[in-house]
């Protein structure tokens, strides 16, 4: 190396603002990683455990805003009411409803809905080709950080 490349690195090197990190502050870095992937860990597990569950006891889920316009629905559904999902999009889930659902059925998911609470209910539900069908249905509100309604879940099954 010659002299003029050393004087030369010598004075880059000044320039920077190099500080020094403890040894210990690794040790905490480490241990917040190692924190937080076991958070996730967890998270993911329990998301595992919510899709398996859905899965084995066949539940459809159904997703709207709080205007009650359907945002997502799972594949499923097809298998309960005979629509594909691409049908159900945007609609609400009165599509399902005809003229045996009960008054009183739909007043308790109404009065759940207003109130912004969970409700489970059996509904008379109708299938796109007609057909009336027991469905359960439970019905959960899910809120922002800030506590304003997002969003409403619903896991829809054939009632037993």
């Not at 409700?119 to 007609?130: A, F, I, P, Q």
Request: proline fraction near 6%; charge should be positive; aromatic fraction near 10%.
């Amino acid at each position: 190396m010659t002299p003029s490349y050393e004087k030369a690195v010598a004075k880059y090197y000044k320039t920077l603002r190099i500080c020094p990190v403890p040894l210990v502050s690794w040790a905490q870095f480490r241990f917040n990683l190692q924190t937080k992937f076991a958070e996730i860990q967890a998270q993911w597990s329990e998301k595992e455990h919510l899709y398996t569950h859905l899965v084995e006891h066949q539940k459809v889920v159904l997703v709207t805003n709080p205007d009650l316009t359907i945002v997502y629905v799972s594949a499923n559904i097809h298998e309960l009411t005979g629509y594909k999902p691409s049908e159900v999009l945007g609609k609400t889930p009165k599509m399902f409803q005809g003229p045996m659902t009960l008054p009183h059925s739909r007043e308790r998911i109404r009065k759940a809905i207003a109130a912004q609470r969970p409700v489970c209910e059996t509904v008379l539900n109708y299938k796109k080709d007609g057909t009336v069908y027991a469905c359960e249905i439970e019905l959960y509100p899910k809120f922002t950080a800030k506590g304003v309604l997002s969003h409403y879940l619903a896991l829809e099954k054939i009632a037993s």
